[in-house]
Every structure is written in structure tokens, then in C-alpha cells.
């Protein structure tokens, strides 16, 4: 079994700062890469960051320069600093994690956190 469980959110002024963490765990084999997805209200869930296991990053548009994602692959975590936060940035973060079990070493599949609320007020 993988876990993947996100702490970090909550409430935040505009302008304001919030560090997200996701903590991989279980019968992991490898990871590949790692990532943040978003759903806000009434949308479909987007891509924020990801950050392969090299430690390439590929960013949103719209989270470029306010964003960082960063990984500890010896702990399996991975972090997003979000600076200047807008309200239109407010929304449920997901975790996900493209990785292999020790059950199926040569396969990689997505899995994902339960999410986390980051709301940002105007």
C-alpha cells in the first residue's frame, strides 16, 4: 500500500505566503516524479508543479516566479513554497507521486493525497 498525505494549508491574506509538504510512505519501490495538482470550485483539477527524480521542474503558467517545488528524494517528500498568493489561487491541493511498488517494480502508476484547502482572501 502507498500513502501520500499533505499538511500545510489553510488561510492566507493576499499577498501572503503558504509551504505545502507531501509525505510518501509504504511498499515503494521508486519514484519518478512528483508533483502538486489544484481543483478550485466549480473547476477542473490543473497542474501546478511537478519535479522529476533529476529535479527538473515544470511550473503552471500562472505560478511561474511565485511557486517553488522542491523534493527530499531520501525522504520521499515533496514541498511548494507559494508566494504572493492571489485569491484566484485558493483552491484544494493535491500531491501526486508517478512511483513503482515492490509488487510491481517495473510498472509506474499516479497516486495521489487526499488534498489540502488553500484558501486566500481578498
Known amino acids: 500500500q502507498v500513502q501520500l498525505v499533505e499538511s500545510g494549508g489553510g488561510l492566507v491574506q493576499a499577498g501572503g505566503s503558504l509551504r505545502l509538504s507531501c509525505a510518501a510512505s509504504g511498499s515503494i519501490f521508486s519514484i519518478n516524479a512528483m508533483g502538486w495538482y489544484r481543483q478550485a470550485p466549480g473547476k477542473q483539477r490543473e497542474l501546478v508543479a511537478t519535479?522529476?527524480?533529476?529535479?527538473?521542474?515544470k511550473y503552471a503558467d500562472d505560478v511561474k516566479g511565485r511557486f517553488t517545488i522542491s523534493r527530499d528524494t531520501a525522504k520521499r517528500t515533496v514541498h511548494i513554497q507559494m508566494s504572493s498568493l492571489k485569491p484566484e489561487d485558493t483552491a484544494v491541493y493535491y500531491c501526486y507521486a508517478q512511483l513503482t511498488t515492490y509488487s510491481e517494480r517495473y510498472a509506474y502508476k499516479n497516486y495521489w493525497g487526499q488534498g489540502t484547502q488553500a484558501t486566500v482572501s481578498s
Open positions: 519535479i522529476t527524480s533529476g529535479g527538473i521542474t
